[in-house]
Nanobody, 121 residues
C-alpha cells in the first residue's frame, strides 16, 4: 500500500510566503517524479511544478516561475514546494502527485488528498 501525505498550506497575505511538503511511503521499487498540482474553484487541475527524483530536474508552470521552488529529499521520499510572493490567484487546493514503479516494476500514480492555500488580506 502506498500513502501520499501532504502538509503545510494555510492562509497567507498577498506577497507572503508559504511552504508545503509531500511524503510518500509504502512498497515502492522507485519514485520517478513527484509534483504539485492545483485546482481552484471551477477550474481544471493544473501542474504547478514537478521534480524528477533521480536527477533533480524540475519544470514549472509559467505563472509560478521565479516565485515557487520545488526541491526534494530522496532519503525521505519527500518534496517541498516553497512559494514566495504569493498572489490571490494562487489560492487553490494543492495536490501532490507521485509517479512510481511498484515492486513488480509496473508504473502507477498516486494523489494526495490536497491541502488548501489561501492568499488573502
Amino acid at each position: 500500500q502506498v500513502q501520499v501525505v501532504e502538509s503545510g498550506g494555510g492562509l497567507v497575505q498577498p506577497g507572503g510566503s508559504l511552504s508545503v511538503s509531500c511524503s510518500v511511503s509504502g512498497t515502492i521499487f522507485s519514485i520517478y517524479v513527484m509534483g504539485w498540482y492545483r485546482q481552484g474553484s471551477g477550474a481544471q487541475r493544473e501542474l504547478v511544478a514537478h521534480i524528477f527524483m533521480a536527477h533533480g530536474g524540475a519544470d514549472y508552470a509559467d505563472s509560478v516561475k521565479g516565485r515557487f521552488t520545488i526541491s526534494r529529499d530522496n532519503a525521505k521520499n519527500t518534496v517541498f514546494l516553497q512559494m514566495n510572493n504569493l498572489k490571490p490567484d494562487d489560492t487553490s487546493v494543492y495536490y501532490c502527485k507521485v509517479d512510481i514503479l511498484d515492486e513488480e516494476r509496473y508504473p502507477r500514480e498516486y494523489w494526495g488528498n490536497g491541502t488548501l492555500v489561501t492568499v488573502s488580506s
